[in-house]
């Protein structure tokens, strides 16, 4: 019983395999990309938005402007751009603290509040939180 399990399986995977090839045989065939041809996003200057990161700035400037006890105008925006953290402490890691090491894609947002530049950090789909001892993202 056992043995005629196992040739089952076999012949299943063996048809698997054989289907799996035939429909990478049926794909389109995409055009080769030229050297050159990649179009790449320009990367953020500093004292630019990114534009899809509006809301998380407005809420880094909120924050900011309220620790300082300033108005939200007095803030200046230095920098906000998507990037690349090199795991789960998302560029703020605390002393002794465990984090996921996976690729976090997030952002980062640097503020001017009176001649102070303050950073916020953030993952995907998160609120911005105030990162006070900040490292590089990765990309």
């Keep these: ?16 395999l054989v289907a799996a090839c035939g429909a990478v045989d049926d794909a389109p065939e995409l055009p080769a ?3 050159g041809e990649v179009e790449e996003e ?3 200057e ?3 938005v990114d534009a899809s ?7 880094a400037v909120t924050d ?3 620790e300082a006890g300033v108005s939200p105008e007095d803030v200046e925006v230095v920098l906000a751009e998507p990037v690349t953290w090199s795991d789960g402490a998302i560029g703020c ?3 002794d603290g465990m984090y996921t090491q ?7 947002i640097l503020l001017d509040v009176d001649g102070t530049e303050v950073a916020y950090h953030g993952a995907d789909g998160s609120e911005p939180f105030r990162c006070d001892d900040p490292q590089e993202p990765i990309g």
Aim: hydrophobic letters at 45%; proline letters at 9%; glycine letters at 6%.
């Design 53 to 59: 990161l509006a809301s998380e700035v407005d809420l």
């Design 64 to 66: 900011a402007a309220a």
């Design 102 to 108: 996976a690729l976090v894609e997030g952002y980062r």
């Design 42 to 44: 320009a990367p953020v």
């Design 46 to 48: 500093d004292g630019q």
């Design 1 to 16: 019983m056992r043995r005629q399990m196992l040739r089952v399986s076999t012949v299943l995977v063996a048809g698997l």
């Design 33 to 35: 990309e030229e050297p």
């Design 93 to 95: 890691p605390e002393p």
